[in-house]
């Protein structure tokens, strides 16, 4: 089943699906499906009937959010749906170079999907006001606000790739005020303003290298935790994590590696996963690591590779 996102990509995937639709009939040897997620959360409930329906594979076109749609749709109903991707959003962090390097033409991907070989990837459980998976990263903070004004209000819509996210975070620089918070992590317990969490086992964030230290193949996911900054020292961090180059060795970030976060907060923050604001309700959020969870469809890189069984289904029209 291919679940397109006709939206993503400032829309662009709509006007590009036909051509997406005609490389697929041309060179895509299995029975396949397709549905059309029109709206916000229709991807989820789309995969989750198509894995009812009998689907065991899954391919999201679209962006991260689209991503993070039909595995939070899919993945609930049977652990074991195989999931891939054709790249077609504003961002693609899990599938990026410095991530996944997942390819880049249609024609790439389809050959990929086509070979049928697959692998576990890790996932992030966040539970907040409900649960919710992150194939990328989960966090809050200035950079989940960033992403709401991203995907849900489309500030900026007209400014295509990372140059649009590096200006939104300059915005919410100059009126971002920090969030009073405990954190545990490890045992080891951190109080103060929190103006940003992230979490997860990739290493990318919004075209920002924001957790260097992360690994697909790990057992525990990588954390960054940035409390009391003021604007200014926020302006300066910005330019470091663009290229990794922060480390806890600056006064107010922790950095390092874990199974479980918890936060508690005197307000309810707001929390995002792969770009998609989810949580806005919660002050007790636990952030848990699920390595090797995922069946993930694999390219040439990817140790363990397993064969992939496609079951046929008949196209609709």
Same mark, same amino acid.
């Given at each position: 089943?291919?679940?397109?996102?006709?939206?993503?990509?400032?829309?662009?995937?709509?006007?590009? @699906?036909?051509?997406?639709?005609?490389?697929?009939?041309?060179?895509?040897?299995?029975? @396949?499906?397709?549905?059309? #997620?029109?709206?916000?959360?229709?991807?989820?409930?789309?995969?989750?009937?198509? &894995?009812?329906?009998?689907?065991?594979?899954?391919?999201?076109?679209?962006?991260?959010?689209?991503?993070?749609?039909?595995?939070?749709?899919?993945?609930?109903?049977?652990? #074991?749906?195989?999931?891939?991707?054709?790249?077609?959003?504003?961002?693609?962090?899990?599938?990026?170079?410095?991530?996944?390097?997942?390819?880049?033409?249609?024609?790439?991907?389809?050959? &990929?999907?086509?070979?049928?070989?697959? @692998?576990? #990837?890790?996932?992030?459980?966040?539970? #907040?006001?409900?649960?919710?998976?992150?194939?990328?990263?989960?966090?809050?903070?200035?950079?989940?606000?960033?992403?709401?004004?991203?995907?849900?209000?489309?500030?900026?819509?007209?400014?295509?790739?990372?140059?649009?996210?590096?200006?939104?975070?300059?915005?919410? &620089?100059?009126?971002?005020?920090?969030?009073?918070?405990?954190?545990?992590?490890?045992?080891?317990?951190?109080?103060?303003?929190?103006?940003?969490?992230?979490?997860?086992?990739?290493?990318?964030?919004?075209?920002?290298?924001?957790?260097?230290?992360?690994?697909?193949?790990?057992?525990?996911?990588?954390?960054?935790?940035?409390?009391?900054?003021?604007?200014?020292? =926020?302006?300066?961090?910005?330019?470091?994590?663009?290229?990794?180059?922060?480390?806890?060795?600056?006064?107010?970030?922790?950095?390092?590696?874990?199974?479980? =976060?918890?936060?508690?907060?005197?307000?309810?923050?707001?929390?995002?996963?792969?770009?998609?604001?989810?949580?806005?309700?919660?002050?007790?959020?636990?952030?848990?690591?699920?390595?090797?969870?995922?069946?993930? =469809?694999?390219?040439?890189?990817?140790?363990?590779?397993?064969?992939?069984?496609?079951?046929?289904?008949?196209?609709?029209?």
């Amino acid at each position: 089943m291919f679940i397109v996102n006709p939206n993503s990509q400032g829309g662009r995937t709509e006007k590009n @699906w036909k051509k997406y639709k005609k490389i697929i009939d041309n060179q895509f040897s299995h029975p @396949w499906d397709f549905k059309i #997620a029109d709206s916000i959360g229709s991807g989820m409930k789309l995969s989750e009937e198509a &894995v009812k329906d009998g689907y065991t594979t899954i391919v999201g076109i679209g962006g991260e959010g689209t991503i993070n749609e039909v595995i939070n749709g899919a993945y609930p109903v049977n652990p #074991a749906t195989k999931f891939g991707f054709i790249r077609s959003g504003t961002s693609n962090d899990f599938l990026s170079d410095r991530v996944y390097q997942w390819p880049k033409s249609v024609e790439a991907q389809l050959r &990929v999907i086509e070979r049928g070989h697959y @692998w576990k #990837a890790p996932l992030t459980k966040v539970d #907040a006001d409900y649960t919710r998976y992150s194939l990328n990263l989960a966090d809050t903070g200035i950079s989940a606000m960033v992403s709401y004004q991203s995907s849900v209000e489309r500030r900026l819509n007209w400014i295509k790739g990372g140059l649009r996210y590096y200006i939104l975070a300059l915005l919410n &620089v100059y009126r971002w005020s920090n969030i009073p918070a405990e954190v545990i992590i490890n045992d080891q317990q951190f109080n103060g303003d929190l103006t940003m969490l992230v979490a997860g086992f990739s290493k990318q964030l919004g075209d920002y290298l924001t957790l260097p230290q992360a690994s697909l193949y790990g057992e525990n996911m990588a954390y960054l935790i940035v409390r009391n900054f003021s604007r200014l020292k =926020i302006l300066k961090l910005m330019t470091k994590v663009k290229k990794g180059k922060h480390s806890d060795a600056i006064e107010g970030i922790d950095m390092g590696f874990t199974n479980q =976060i918890e936060i508690k907060a005197d307000q309810p923050p707001l929390f995002e996963v792969d770009g998609e604001p989810f949580s806005t309700d919660s002050t007790h959020i636990t952030i848990t690591a699920m390595p090797k969870s995922i069946p993930i =469809i694999a390219h040439d890189n990817i140790p363990g590779n397993e064969q992939l069984e496609i079951i046929p289904k008949i196209r609709s029209t």
